[in-house]
Every structure is written in structure tokens, then in C-alpha cells.
């Protein structure tokens, strides 16, 4: 298996990807390899740093240019044709790579993806899927970004894909879907959710468990959490922000305290980097997409998010279920 890693795309490039790529070398099973995208100089260099390393399971491929977070998502492919987000999915398109790992610009790794991978048949909007903790098992939402308008018919695209995720990578037999809404009644919401819950209700292959208010995603009441990319985003970031809120008082009070707990274990469910990247699911490839902010841990996790729908071989299954559904 090999996973093409962008060495280019967090805030401290390349250190976290260096790091997270060897500790992924060094823990995952002995079956991986990879690709680290970007100026191969710099990153002969960075590794060297790091002492003794598998070197006959990593690889380097040289892209002299990067993408900007500023830049326009929509002309990566014709101003940046040498960066690593371009360099590294056309490795996975040209059947060089099983998969991708970027930190870099959301929207430039998705609209890459996009034009390069290309949607899946059946597939109108492919959507940024990322795990929330709850007090029981993490919860699949989707979208968190991708799509900012949405029609009925694309949630419950949404809802089929993150079936299928979760079945995959979750681990979960019967995974339980929500729509996220104002109110648990089926005529609360607006037209977007009214239409939306009654398509997933009358979808016989879904196990569908009616609408979410946001005070219950946290007693996690499903399994994959369906809304538009404009609520999925704005949860997504209140949601990070106050769990980095939660984690920073506990330890600040503790220490106040001067008591001496660990707490690293018990919190580490409120850690982003503890898992990884968001999948872009509904292309013809696996595209996970991380913060830019990654550490080293987080990017270890994302490869291990990839390879697990490598070995899984999800983006089949995807393509099996939904090859010959068309929007309803």
C-alpha cells in the first residue's frame, strides 16, 4: 500500500508531515509506504533530522511549488500544476499512490480532488465527512465545508455515503442516521429539513432515526449526522473550540490545584489529531484532508484513516452501492 503524503500543506511545513509520516513507518503494519510530496531537498533534509528511518518504505516526490491559503480553490490546476496537492493526487489517479493525505487548503485538496479523482458515478456533491466525540461512540457528520447549498436529494446522498463510511471504517452494522435539526418533531425545520426528512424516512436502506437538536449530538443518538455544509462548518468549529476550551481549563485549574492527575488519556477524546483527517467522500480515490495546523500525531492519524479505506477498499463499496442510484 502506498499513501501519497503533501509535505507542503500545514502552517510549519514540512515538520509535522516529516514527523507524522516516520512515526506512521514506525507503528502501522510493516505493508505501508510512503510518498512525501514537495521540495525534495528540503524534505531529504527534514528526514535526515530525524536519525534512523525506514528509508526503503519512504519515498520522495519532488514539487517545487505549493498552494496558498489565499489563493482561489478554482484555479489550483492552472496556476499551481507543480504543487504538492496537484503532484500528489495525479499519483494516486495515475495508479502510483492508493491514496492522499493533505494539510493544505480545504478548498484547493477538494477541488483538486475533484477535477483530478472525479466524482463517483451517482454522485452529484461529494462531502467533507469528519468525527465528532460524544459521551458514547464518535458520530460521522457530514458535510462540514463542502457544500454550503444543498437540496433534499443531496442529504440523503450524504446520509448514503456516510452509511457506507461507517459500516467501513467505524465498524458500525446498522449505523443509525440524523438529520441535524431544530427540533425533534418531523415538521419542524426549514424547507431544506422538512423535504430532507422525509426522503431519508422513506429510504429502505437507511436506518434512519429522525431529526437531532444540537444538545443531543453530544449523548451521541446516531451514528452519521447529515446537515449542509454551512451548518456542518459552523458545528464543527464551535465544536473544536470548546473542547480546546474544556482540555486548557481543566489542566489550568489542576495546576492551580496542585493536583497531580494525568489527564492526557481521559481527554484525548477531545483531540482533534487524535483523529487524523476528514475524508472527502463521494470521489474516485481516498482524499483525506487535514487541518493546517496539524501536529505530527494528527498527520500519523490521517495516514492511518487512509490506509484503513485502503484496506477496506471503501471507495468500491462506495462505488457498488451507488453506481446505479440517481438522485431521487
Same mark, same amino acid.
Given at each position: 500500500m502506498r499513501i501519497v503524503l503533501d509535505a507542503m500543506g500545514t502552517d510549519g511545513a514540512p515538520d509535522s508531515e516529516v514527523a507524522g509520516a516516520i512515526r506512521a513507518l514506525r507503528?502501522?503494519?510493516?505493508?505501508?509506504?510512503? *510518498?512525501?510530496? $514537495?521540495?525534495?531537498?528540503?524534505?531529504?533534509a527534514e528526514v535526515a533530522? =530525524? &536519525?534512523?528511518?525506514?528509508?526503503?518504505?519512504? =519515498?520522495?516526490? =519532488? +514539487?517545487?511549488?505549493?498552494?496558498?491559503?489565499a489563493e482561489a480553490s478554482a484555479s *489550483?490546476?492552472?496556476?499551481?500544476?507543480?504543487?504538492? @496537492?496537484?503532484k500528489g493526487l495525479r499519483l494516486q489517479r495515475e495508479g502510483k499512490a492508493d491514496a492522499f493525505v493533505s494539510a493544505g487548503s480545504t478548498g #484547493?485538496?477538494? #477541488? #483538486?480532488?475533484?477535477?483530478?479523482?472525479?466524482?463517483?458515478? &451517482?454522485?452529484?456533491?461529494?462531502?467533507?465527512?469528519?468525527?465528532?466525540?460524544? +459521551?458514547?461512540?464518535?458520530v460521522l457528520m457530514l458535510d462540514a465545508g463542502a457544500n454550503v447549498d444543498c437540496k433534499p436529494?443531496?442529504? *440523503?446522498?450524504?446520509?448514503?455515503?456516510?452509511?457506507?463510511?461507517?459500516?467501513?471504517?467505524? $465498524?458500525?452494522?446498522?449505523p443509525r442516521i440524523g438529520l441535524v435539526?431544530? $427540533?425533534?418533531?418531523?415538521?419542524?425545520?426549514?424547507?431544506?429539513?422538512?423535504?430532507a426528512h422525509q426522503r431519508l424516512a422513506h429510504d429502505p436502506e437507511l436506518c434512519f432515526v429522525g431529526n437531532i437538536e444540537g444538545r443531543e449530538i453530544i449523548h451521541g443518538s446516531c451514528d452519521v449526522l447529515v446537515c449542509d455544509g454551512f451548518v456542518g462548518n459552523v458545528l464543527l468549529k464551535f465544536y473544536e473550540s470548546v473542547a480546546q476550551? @474544556?482540555?486548557?481549563?481543566?489542566?489550568?485549574?489542576?495546576?492551580?490545584?496542585?493536583?497531580?492527575? +494525568?489527564?492526557?488519556? +481521559?481527554l484525548c477524546v477531545l483531540d482533534y489529531s487524535e483523529y487524523g483527517g476528514a475524508p472527502l467522500l463521494g470521489v474516485n480515490g481516498v482524499s483525506i484532508i487535514c487541518h493546517g495546523s496539524s501536529?505530527?500525531?494528527?498527520?500519523?492519524?490521517? @495516514?492511518?484513516?487512509? #490506509?484503513?479505506?485502503?484496506?477496506?477498499?471503501?471507495?468500491? =463499496?462506495?462505488?457498488?452501492?451507488?453506481?446505479?442510484?440517481?438522485?431521487?
Open positions: 507503528e502501522i503494519e510493516e505493508d505501508i509506504e510512503i *510518498v512525501l510530496v $514537495g521540495d525534495q531537498e528540503i524534505l531529504q533530522r =530525524h &536519525g534512523t528511518v525506514p528509508l526503503d518504505r519512504l =519515498h520522495f516526490e =519532488h +514539487a517545487p511549488d505549493r498552494v496558498l491559503s *489550483v490546476l492552472r496556476k499551481r500544476p507543480e504543487s504538492s @496537492i496537484v #484547493a485538496v477538494m #477541488a #483538486a480532488s475533484l477535477f483530478i479523482l472525479k466524482p463517483l458515478e &451517482g454522485v452529484d456533491r461529494p462531502a467533507i465527512g469528519t468525527v465528532l466525540p460524544t +459521551a458514547k461512540e464518535p436529494h443531496h442529504l *440523503v446522498q450524504f446520509a448514503r455515503l456516510g452509511n457506507i463510511y461507517a459500516q467501513d471504517l467505524m $465498524g458500525r452494522e446498522l435539526n431544530i $427540533g425533534e418533531e418531523s415538521e419542524k425545520g426549514n424547507e431544506l429539513a422538512l423535504e476550551f @474544556i482540555v486548557e481549563y481543566l489542566r489550568s485549574y489542576l495546576q492551580r490545584a496542585g493536583t497531580q492527575v +494525568a489527564l492526557d488519556e +481521559a501536529s505530527p500525531n494528527a498527520i500519523l492519524n490521517a @495516514i492511518r484513516v487512509a #490506509a484503513q479505506a485502503v484496506r477496506t477498499s471503501m471507495v468500491e =463499496h462506495v462505488a457498488r452501492e451507488l453506481r446505479s442510484k440517481e438522485p431521487a
